[in-house]
C-alpha cells in the first residue's frame, strides 16, 4: 500500500529551500471552515501565545504593511502606523486580499506574498521558542523560530498590540 504524500504548500517548500528548519501542522477541518487564532491554535496543540496571526493594513498613500501578532490579541492601528513611520494606517479590505498577496483570509502568512511588503512582528514574538503562523492555506499551519522567520521575511519587531 503507497503512503500518502503530504501536500506542502509554498510556504513550506520556500522555507525548506531556503534551509529553515519548519514544521508543518495540517488540521483537521471540515471542508470550508475557516477556524478562528484562537481554535486553530487548540487543533495544533499549542497555547494561543505561541500562534499568531498575518493582518495586512493599508497606508494613507496606499503602501501596504503586514503585521504578524498573537492570535489572542487586537492590532492597535496607532502603535502599527508608528512602526511603519506613516501617519495612519487601516486594515485592507478582505476583498483586496486575494489580488494583493496571493492568499484568501484565515490562509495568509507572512511568507511568500505575491511581492515583498514591509513586515512587522509583534514584540511578543520574543516571548516564545517556536511560533505557528498559517502556512498560505487555510487549515496549513507552519511552526518555526521567531529568529529565523522574521530573518527570511525580513522583518522588524515592534510593540503593536491593543492594551487590555
Given at each position: 500500500?503507497?503512503?500518502?504524500?503530504?501536500?506542502?504548500?509554498?510556504?513550506?517548500?520556500?522555507?525548506?529551500?531556503?534551509?529553515?528548519?519548519?514544521?508543518?501542522?495540517?488540521?483537521?477541518l471540515p471542508k470550508g471552515e475557516v477556524p478562528d487564532g484562537v481554535t486553530a491554535?487548540?487543533?495544533?496543540?499549542?497555547?494561543?501565545?505561541e500562534v499568531f496571526k498575518t493582518l495586512v493594513a493599508e497606508g494613507p498613500k496606499?503602501?501596504?504593511?503586514?503585521?504578524?501578532?498573537?492570535?489572542?490579541?487586537?492590532?492597535?492601528?496607532?502603535?502599527?502606523?508608528?512602526?511603519?513611520?506613516?501617519?495612519?494606517?487601516?486594515m485592507l479590505p478582505q476583498k483586496k486580499l486575494l489580488p494583493l498577496t496571493g492568499?484568501?483570509?484565515?490562509?495568509?502568512?507572512?511568507?511568500?506574498?505575491?511581492?515583498?511588503?514591509?513586515?512587522?512582528?509583534?514584540?511578543?514574538?520574543?516571548?516564545?521558542?517556536?511560533?505557528?503562523?498559517?502556512?498560505?492555506?487555510?487549515?496549513?499551519?507552519?511552526?518555526?523560530?521567531?529568529?529565523?522567520?522574521?530573518?527570511?521575511?525580513?522583518?522588524?519587531?515592534?510593540?503593536?498590540?491593543?492594551?487590555?
Open positions: 500500500m503507497a503512503k500518502a504524500k503530504e501536500e506542502k504548500t509554498n510556504v513550506i517548500r520556500l522555507l525548506e529551500a531556503a534551509g529553515v528548519p519548519c514544521t508543518h501542522h495540517i488540521l483537521d491554535a487548540a487543533l495544533v496543540g499549542k497555547p494561543a501565545e496606499g503602501e501596504h504593511f503586514v503585521y504578524v501578532i498573537p492570535v489572542a490579541e487586537t492590532l492597535d492601528l496607532k502603535k502599527a502606523a508608528r512602526a511603519a513611520g506613516v501617519k495612519s494606517i487601516a492568499y484568501v483570509h484565515g490562509g495568509c502568512s507572512p511568507v511568500g506574498m505575491s511581492k515583498p511588503f514591509p513586515t512587522f512582528f509583534a514584540e511578543e514574538v520574543i516571548l516564545v521558542d517556536t511560533m505557528v503562523c498559517s502556512a498560505g492555506k487555510v487549515g496549513h499551519q507552519v511552526e518555526v523560530r521567531p529568529d529565523d522567520l522574521i530573518a527570511f521575511v525580513g522583518g522588524q519587531v515592534a510593540d503593536l498590540t491593543a492594551e487590555r
